[in-house]
C-alpha cells in the first residue's frame, strides 16, 4: 500500500493553514535577505514559494531554541521567620505541537543527530524531548543541489527520508507526499489529498534528478580513525586554521552543533536558569575557573569541531557523523573555510606521512 | 508599594564624588525640594561614566540618564572631564540612530557648593523627561523587515576586468620573499610569508592565504572577490615579520593599527595596488534569475564594468552599478593610505561626493525616531549571536577578551533578547568610536545580512562633524576620544539650571 498523496499547490497552502490554526507552523520565512525558520499565521499563508525555500539557518532551534528556560526562580521573605527566605522553583517543560515544513532532508537528519545525545543513554533530557516529540517533520526533498552540499558524503542524499515524518516531492502540477512515520501518516490522512501511487516513478525520476546534480562524492569511511590519528599533528591544525576568524557562524548555523552553556540570568530573588547555544569556535567555550584554557589556541578549537564532527561521535554512536553536509558553515563563513577541504585533508595526508 | 508608583519616571544620574554628589548633598542640606525621580550612582569622576552606562541603562528602560560632573578646569583629577565631554557630545550626537531621544540623556557640570543650581538640574531635566513621558519599551516595538535599496553612484569608474599588473605583483612578492625588501625602517629579518587571497572553493568566492612559497604567490588573485580586510590578521603576527597584500580601504585598518601601536612599523610590509572596486556575493546571486540562482556557477569573467556568469552552461551578465559594494561606490582614494611596494599604474583620485552618507544612513535619516526602533529592533531579531562581526573587524584586537564575554562585570545575558543583541552591537560600535576605518567587513560577514554597519557609520560621520577627524588616514595621528582640548571648537556647553 503506498502512502503517497497528491496535493496541488493551492491545496497544500490550504493544508498549511488549516494545521496553522491547530498547530505552531514553522517554515521558511524571509527575513531582510535570510530566509529563517519562523512561525507563519493562517492569515500570512498567501503564497507557497518562501516556504520552500532554502533556510539560511538550520531549523534546530524548533526543538532546541537558541535559548530556553529550564528553571525559574523567585525567593519571598517569610512574614513569620525573618531570617529566611521562601524559594519557589518552576521548571516549564511545555511543548506546544508543532508542524515543521519546508527543511531539507539534511535538516530532518539534524534531529536523529540530535536524538542521540539528548535521548538516548542513561539519561534524557525532558525539555527536548517533550519538543521532539511534540513536533512533525514535513520534509522537502531537495530538487538540486548546491555548491557547498555533501550530504552524499556523510550518508545521504537529497531524498533521505530519514528523521523525516512526511517527505514531499515537487512534480509536474504540484506535490506528491509521503508518509513515513506512523506520526506523518496520521497527520497526512487529515489533509483527505488524493492517493497518488501511479505517481511513483514521477517522484523517483525527481529524485534521480536531483541526486545527479550533486557534486562528486567522497568516501569519508575512514575519517573517524584517520582525523583521530591527527590529534597530534598541530602544524596540520594550524596550517589549516590560518584564515579562520574564530567567529562561531559556523557552530551557530549548524543543525547538529549541540553543545549548551547553562547560565543565571536576573537577580538570586528573581531569575532564570537558562539554557543557551554554546560555540566551541569561542575560547570561553573551554576556559576554566583556574583561568587555564585546554583550547586557548583556534586550531585545537578547529580541531575540537571537525573532531567532534567526524571522529568522536561517530566512534559513540556507531560510526554516524554528527555533520548532515547541510553546507551552510561552507556558505556562511566569512572566509569561505570548506569543511570539507579540513576532513578530506585530515584523511588524505594521514597515510603518506605514516609511511 | 510606594504612593508614587506610576508617578515617577526612572532616571538614572552618574554623579562625580567630588562635585556634583557633593552639590545634590549641599542641595538636600538646605532642604531644597526637588523631584525624586532620579536614582543617583556616584562615581569617582565623570571622566569614568562609560558611555556604554548610559547606552545600558537607557536599552534596558530608563526614561533619562543624567551625568554630572566638576565644571569644566575644576576636575579632581585635572582632565577626566575633558575626556567625559568629548565622549559624552559624541553619545548624544549618536543616540538617535537607534531610535532613542537624545533629549532623554544629558550631562552637565555642578560643583559641590552649587546646591540650588544642582536642584535646578535635577527639576529641569525631570520635566523635561516628564513631557517625554516614559520611553518606548522594545518589546511592545512592532519591528520592521525592510532594508536599504538604493544603489549610489560611483564617484569614479569601477571594473571587474583583469588587472594586467597582477603578475608583475607576485613577481614583488616573489622577491621579498626571497630577499627581505629594504625599507624605511631598514628591518632587514626575511619575510615569514605573504597575506593575500586566492580563489575560494566557488568562483564567487576568495578566500585569505598566508603565502610562504612561490607556488602559493602564483596562486595569488586580485579583483572584485577580494573581499576580505586582511588587516585583520595582522595584530596576531606582531613580532614577527609578514607581508600583506592590501586594497586601499584596508590599508586604513594598517594604518590605524599603526596608529594605535597594535603593530609594529618593522614588522610588516605592505603590497598596494590601485583598486577598481569589490563586489558583494549577495547582489550577484540576487541579479540571477531564481531558477539559477542557488546553482553553481561555472565560471566568472570580468571585462570593464561588466561581469559574465556562467551557470548551467548559459551566459548571464551583471553590471558593477548592480553588484559593487556599497562602501566601493563612494570610495575616492584607490591607491592605498600606506604602501611599501606599490606595483602598476595608479587609479585616478576623485572628489569625494558632495553627500558622503551611505545608502544605509541615507534611509535611516529619513526615518522617525519610532521608525528607526521598529528597524533595529526587526534587524537584529534574526542575530545568532556568532559574533562574526566581531571578529571579521580588524580594529577589535582584545579577540578572546571581549568585554560582552566577560560574566563579571556583566554587559550582557545570555538571552535571546533583542536589547541584548542590540547593546552587543553597541559596545562593538562605541569601542570602535574614532577607530573605525569604515572597510564594513563586520556586515560582510553577517550570515543574517544585519546592516550593523551603520551603527559604526553614525559615529564614523559625528565625529567627523564633531572633532573633523578620520580614522586609518595618518599614522601619527591621535584618535580624537584619546585627547582633549580646554576649549573645544564645536562642543557647546551644556547648561541645565
Same mark, same amino acid.
Request: glycine share 8%; hydrophobic share 35%; proline share 7%.
Given at each position: 500500500?503506498?502512502?503517497?498523496?497528491?496535493?496541488?499547490?493551492?491545496?497544500?497552502?490550504?493544508?498549511?493553514?488549516?494545521?496553522?490554526?491547530?498547530?505552531?507552523?514553522?517554515?521558511?520565512?524571509?527575513? !531582510?535577505?535570510?530566509? +529563517?525558520? #519562523? $512561525?507563519?499565521?493562517?492569515?500570512?499563508?498567501? /503564497?507557497?514559494?518562501?516556504?520552500? =525555500? &532554502? %533556510?539560511?539557518?538550520?531549523?534546530?532551534?524548533?526543538?532546541?531554541?537558541?535559548?530556553?528556560?529550564?528553571?525559574?526562580?523567585?525567593?519571598?521573605?517569610?512574614?513569620?521567620?525573618?531570617?529566611?527566605?521562601?524559594?519557589?522553583?518552576?521548571?516549564?517543560?511545555?511543548?506546544?505541537?508543532?508542524?515543521?515544513?519546508?527543511?531539507?532532508?539534511?535538516?530532518?537528519? !539534524?534531529?536523529?543527530? +540530535?536524538? #542521540? $545525545?539528548?535521548?538516548?543513554?542513561?539519561?534524557? /533530557?525532558?525539555?527536548?524531548?517533550? =519538543? &521532539? %516529540?511534540?513536533?512533525?517533520?514535513?520534509?522537502?526533498?531537495?530538487?538540486?543541489?548546491?555548491?557547498?552540499?555533501?550530504?552524499?558524503?556523510?550518508?545521504?542524499?537529497?531524498?533521505?527520508?530519514?528523521?523525516?515524518?512526511?517527505?514531499?516531492?515537487?512534480?509536474?502540477?504540484?506535490?506528491?507526499?509521503?508518509?513515513?512515520?506512523?506520526?506523518?501518516?496520521?497527520?497526512?490522512?487529515?489533509?483527505?489529498?488524493?492517493?497518488?501511487?501511479?505517481?511513483?516513478?514521477?517522484?523517483?525520476?525527481?529524485?534521480?534528478?536531483?541526486?545527479?546534480?550533486?557534486?562528486?562524492?567522497?568516501?569519508?569511511?575512514?575519517?573517524?580513525?584517520?582525523?583521530?590519528?591527527?590529534?597530534?599533528?598541530?602544524?596540520?591544525?594550524?596550517?589549516?586554521?590560518?584564515?579562520?576568524?574564530?567567529?562561531?557562524?559556523?557552530?551557530?548555523?549548524?543543525?547538529?552543533?549541540?553543545?549548551?552553556?547553562?547560565?543565571?540570568?536576573?537577580?538570586?530573588?528573581?531569575?532564570?536558569?537558562?539554557?543557551?547555544?554554546?560555540?566551541?569556535?569561542?575560547?570561553?567555550?573551554?576556559?576554566?575557573?583556574?583561568?587555564?584554557?585546554?583550547?586557548?589556541?583556534?586550531?585545537?578549537?578547529?580541531?575540537?569541531?571537525?573532531?567532534?564532527?567526524?571522529?568522536?561521535?561517530?566512534?559513540?554512536?556507531?560510526?554516524?557523523?554528527?555533520?548532515?553536509?547541510?553546507?551552510?558553515?561552507?556558505?556562511?563563513?566569512?572566509?569561505?573555510?570548506?569543511?570539507?577541504?579540513?576532513?578530506?585533508?585530515?584523511?588524505?595526508?594521514?597515510?603518506?606521512?605514516?609511511? | 508599594?510606594?504612593?508614587?508608583?506610576?508617578?515617577?519616571?526612572?532616571?538614572?544620574?552618574?554623579?562625580?564624588?567630588?562635585?556634583?554628589?557633593?552639590?545634590?548633598?549641599?542641595?538636600?542640606?538646605?532642604?531644597?525640594?526637588?523631584?525624586?525621580?532620579?536614582?543617583?550612582?556616584?562615581?569617582?569622576?565623570?571622566?569614568?561614566?562609560?558611555?556604554?552606562?548610559?547606552?545600558?541603562?537607557?536599552?534596558?528602560?530608563?526614561?533619562?540618564?543624567?551625568?554630572?560632573?566638576?565644571?569644566?578646569?575644576?576636575?579632581?583629577?585635572?582632565?577626566?572631564?575633558?575626556?567625559?565631554?568629548?565622549?559624552?557630545?559624541?553619545?548624544?550626537?549618536?543616540?538617535?540612530?537607534?531610535?532613542?531621544?537624545?533629549?532623554?540623556?544629558?550631562?552637565?557640570?555642578?560643583?559641590?557648593?552649587?546646591?540650588?543650581?544642582?536642584?535646578?538640574?535635577?527639576?529641569?531635566?525631570?520635566?523635561?523627561?516628564?513631557?517625554?513621558?516614559?520611553?518606548?519599551?522594545?518589546?511592545?516595538?512592532?519591528?520592521?523587515?525592510?532594508?536599504?535599496?538604493?544603489?549610489?553612484?560611483?564617484?569614479?569608474?569601477?571594473?571587474?576586468?583583469?588587472?594586467?599588473?597582477?603578475?608583475?605583483?607576485?613577481?614583488?612578492?616573489?622577491?621579498?620573499?626571497?630577499?627581505?625588501?629594504?625599507?624605511?625602517?631598514?628591518?632587514?629579518?626575511?619575510?615569514?610569508?605573504?597575506?593575500?587571497?586566492?580563489?575560494?572553493?566557488?568562483?564567487?568566492?576568495?578566500?585569505?592565504?598566508?603565502?610562504?612559497?612561490?607556488?602559493?604567490?602564483?596562486?595569488?588573485?586580485?579583483?572584485?572577490?577580494?573581499?576580505?580586510?586582511?588587516?585583520?590578521?595582522?595584530?596576531?603576527?606582531?613580532?614577527?615579520?609578514?607581508?600583506?597584500?592590501?586594497?586601499?580601504?584596508?590599508?586604513?585598518?594598517?594604518?590605524?593599527?599603526?596608529?594605535?601601536?597594535?603593530?609594529?612599523?618593522?614588522?610588516?610590509?605592505?603590497?598596494?595596488?590601485?583598486?577598481?572596486?569589490?563586489?558583494?556575493?549577495?547582489?550577484?546571486?540576487?541579479?540571477?534569475?531564481?531558477?539559477?540562482?542557488?546553482?553553481?556557477?561555472?565560471?566568472?569573467?570580468?571585462?570593464?564594468?561588466?561581469?559574465?556568469?556562467?551557470?548551467?552552461?548559459?551566459?548571464?551578465?551583471?553590471?558593477?552599478?548592480?553588484?559593487?559594494?556599497?562602501?566601493?561606490?563612494?570610495?575616492?582614494?584607490?591607491?592605498?593610505?600606506?604602501?611599501?611596494?606599490?606595483?602598476?599604474?595608479?587609479?585616478?583620485?576623485?572628489?569625494?561626493?558632495?553627500?558622503?552618507?551611505?545608502?544605509?544612513?541615507?534611509?535611516?535619516?529619513?526615518?522617525?525616531?519610532?521608525?528607526?526602533?521598529?528597524?533595529?529592533?526587526?534587524?537584529?531579531?534574526?542575530?545568532?549571536?556568532?559574533?562574526?562581526?566581531?571578529?571579521?573587524?580588524?580594529?577589535?584586537?582584545?579577540?578572546?577578551?571581549?568585554?560582552?564575554?566577560?560574566?563579571?562585570?556583566?554587559?550582557?545575558?545570555?538571552?535571546?533578547?533583542?536589547?541584548?543583541?542590540?547593546?552587543?552591537?553597541?559596545?562593538?560600535?562605541?569601542?570602535?568610536?574614532?577607530?573605525?576605518?569604515?572597510?564594513?567587513?563586520?556586515?560582510?560577514?553577517?550570515?543574517?545580512?544585519?546592516?550593523?554597519?551603520?551603527?559604526?557609520?553614525?559615529?564614523?560621520?559625528?565625529?567627523?562633524?564633531?572633532?573633523?577627524?578620520?580614522?586609518?588616514?595618518?599614522?601619527?595621528?591621535?584618535?580624537?576620544?584619546?585627547?582633549?582640548?580646554?576649549?573645544?571648537?564645536?562642543?557647546?556647553?551644556?547648561?541645565?539650571?
Amino acid at each position: 500500500m503506498s502512502d503517497f498523496r497528491f496535493a496541488t499547490p493551492d491545496a497544500l497552502l490550504g493544508w498549511l493553514k488549516t494545521l496553522s490554526n491547530s498547530h505552531r507552523l514553522l517554515a521558511p520565512k524571509p527575513e !531582510g535577505p535570510a530566509t +529563517l525558520f #519562523r $512561525p507563519w499565521k493562517a492569515e500570512e499563508l498567501t /503564497d507557497l514559494e518562501p516556504l520552500l =525555500r &532554502r %533556510a539560511t539557518a538550520s531549523p534546530k532551534g524548533a526543538v532546541l531554541p537558541a535559548c530556553e528556560t529550564l528553571v525559574h526562580f523567585t525567593a519571598t521573605k517569610d512574614a513569620d521567620k525573618p531570617a529566611s527566605l521562601n524559594a519557589t522553583l518552576e521548571a516549564p517543560c511545555e511543548a506546544e505541537p508543532t508542524v515543521l515544513f519546508g527543511g531539507r532532508p539534511c535538516d530532518a537528519r !539534524g534531529f536523529v543527530v +540530535l536524538d #542521540r $545525545p539528548y535521548l538516548q543513554g542513561k539519561f534524557q /533530557d525532558p525539555y527536548y524531548g517533550a =519538543r &521532539r %516529540a511534540a513536533t512533525v517533520i514535513i520534509t522537502q526533498a531537495c530538487p538540486s543541489a548546491r555548491p557547498v552540499c555533501f550530504c552524499h558524503w556523510v550518508g545521504s542524499h537529497p531524498a533521505d527520508s530519514e528523521g523525516s515524518d512526511i517527505l514531499f516531492t515537487a512534480v509536474d502540477g504540484g506535490f506528491v507526499l509521503e508518509g513515513i512515520s506512523d506520526k506523518g501518516r496520521a497527520l497526512l490522512d487529515t489533509a483527505g489529498f488524493a492517493n497518488a501511487a501511479d505517481k511513483a516513478d514521477e517522484v523517483k525520476a525527481a529524485h534521480d534528478a536531483a541526486t545527479a546534480s550533486l557534486p562528486p562524492v567522497c568516501d569519508l569511511q575512514d575519517a573517524p580513525a584517520k582525523v583521530a590519528a591527527r590529534f597530534t599533528d598541530a602544524d596540520f591544525w594550524t596550517q589549516e586554521t590560518v584564515k579562520c576568524l574564530s567567529c562561531g557562524a559556523c557552530t551557530y548555523l549548524c543543525p547538529t552543533c549541540q553543545c549548551f552553556t547553562i547560565t543565571d540570568e536576573g537577580t538570586p530573588l528573581d531569575g532564570r536558569r537558562i539554557r543557551s547555544w554554546d560555540s566551541c569556535m569561542s575560547p570561553q567555550f573551554t576556559l576554566e575557573t583556574s583561568g587555564h584554557n585546554p583550547r586557548a589556541e583556534k586550531f585545537k578549537r578547529m580541531r575540537n569541531r571537525i573532531g567532534h564532527k567526524f571522529s568522536y561521535y561517530p566512534q559513540t554512536y556507531d560510526g554516524a557523523f554528527s555533520c548532515v553536509g547541510c553546507g551552510r558553515c561552507v556558505a556562511s563563513c566569512p572566509v569561505a573555510l570548506d569543511i570539507r577541504h579540513i576532513v578530506t585533508a585530515a584523511c588524505a595526508d594521514n597515510a603518506a606521512e605514516k609511511e | 508599594m510606594s504612593v508614587l508608583t506610576g508617578k515617577e519616571l526612572r532616571i538614572v544620574g552618574f554623579l562625580c564624588n567630588w562635585c556634583s554628589y557633593g552639590g545634590a548633598d549641599t542641595a538636600g542640606t538646605a532642604r531644597a525640594s526637588q523631584p525624586t525621580d532620579l536614582r543617583i550612582i556616584r562615581v569617582p569622576c565623570s571622566g569614568r561614566v562609560n558611555p556604554l552606562f548610559v547606552l545600558k541603562a537607557l536599552i534596558n528602560g530608563a526614561d533619562g540618564v543624567l551625568v554630572s560632573g566638576c565644571h569644566p578646569r575644576d576636575c579632581h583629577y585635572s582632565s577626566g572631564n575633558f575626556y567625559a565631554r568629548r565622549r559624552l557630545e559624541l553619545l548624544k550626537e549618536y543616540l538617535p540612530i537607534i531610535g532613542i531621544n537624545p533629549d532623554r540623556f544629558e550631562y552637565t557640570w555642578v560643583s559641590a557648593s552649587e546646591g540650588q543650581r544642582w536642584k535646578n538640574v535635577v527639576t529641569t531635566f525631570t520635566d523635561r523627561i516628564h513631557k517625554l513621558g516614559p520611553a518606548p519599551k522594545w518589546k511592545d516595538v512592532t519591528p520592521r523587515y525592510d532594508l536599504p535599496t538604493e544603489l549610489l553612484d560611483f564617484i569614479r569608474p569601477l571594473g571587474c576586468g583583469e588587472n594586467p599588473f597582477l603578475p608583475d605583483l607576485k613577481q614583488a612578492i616573489k622577491d621579498a620573499l626571497a630577499t627581505p625588501p629594504a625599507t624605511e625602517s631598514g628591518d632587514d629579518r626575511p619575510l615569514e610569508g605573504v597575506l593575500g587571497w586566492k580563489r575560494g572553493y566557488d568562483p564567487l568566492k576568495a578566500e585569505p592565504v598566508f603565502m610562504r612559497t612561490p607556488e602559493e604567490v602564483d596562486e595569488l588573485i586580485w579583483g572584485p572577490f577580494n573581499v576580505h580586510n586582511l588587516a585583520n590578521y595582522l595584530p596576531q603576527y606582531k613580532g614577527r615579520k609578514i607581508g600583506i597584500v592590501v586594497k586601499s580601504c584596508d590599508s586604513k585598518a594598517v594604518v590605524e593599527l599603526l596608529a594605535e601601536n597594535l603593530i609594529r612599523r618593522e614588522d610588516v610590509v605592505i603590497f598596494g595596488m590601485g583598486c577598481n572596486g569589490t563586489v558583494s556575493e549577495g547582489r550577484i546571486r540576487a541579479k540571477l534569475p531564481a531558477e539559477v540562482r542557488d546553482l553553481p556557477i561555472e565560471a566568472v569573467q570580468g571585462k570593464g564594468s561588466t561581469m559574465t556568469l556562467t551557470v548551467a552552461g548559459k551566459q548571464y551578465e551583471a553590471s558593477m552599478q548592480d553588484i559593487a559594494q556599497d562602501k566601493c561606490r563612494h570610495c575616492p582614494r584607490p591607491n592605498g593610505f600606506i604602501n611599501d611596494i606599490f606595483v602598476g599604474a595608479e587609479v585616478a583620485n576623485a572628489q569625494p561626493p558632495a553627500d558622503g552618507r551611505s545608502a544605509a544612513l541615507r534611509f535611516l535619516d529619513a526615518m522617525s525616531l519610532e521608525e528607526r526602533m521598529s528597524f533595529w529592533k526587526g534587524q537584529m531579531e534574526r542575530c545568532i549571536r556568532c559574533y562574526a562581526c566581531r571578529s571579521a573587524c580588524p580594529m577589535c584586537v582584545c579577540r578572546d577578551h571581549c568585554v560582552s564575554d566577560s560574566r563579571d562585570p556583566q554587559w550582557l545575558t545570555q538571552e535571546d533578547d533583542v536589547t541584548q543583541k542590540l547593546f552587543f552591537q553597541l559596545i562593538h560600535a562605541q569601542h570602535l568610536a574614532g577607530r573605525c576605518t569604515g572597510c564594513g567587513e563586520c556586515q560582510r560577514a553577517c550570515p543574517m545580512g544585519i546592516p550593523v554597519f551603520a551603527l559604526k557609520q553614525q559615529f564614523g560621520r559625528m565625529i567627523g562633524k564633531i572633532f573633523g577627524y578620520a580614522a586609518g588616514v595618518d599614522p601619527k595621528a591621535t584618535p580624537p576620544l584619546l585627547t582633549y582640548k580646554v576649549e573645544e571648537a564645536n562642543i557647546k556647553e551644556r547648561d541645565l539650571s
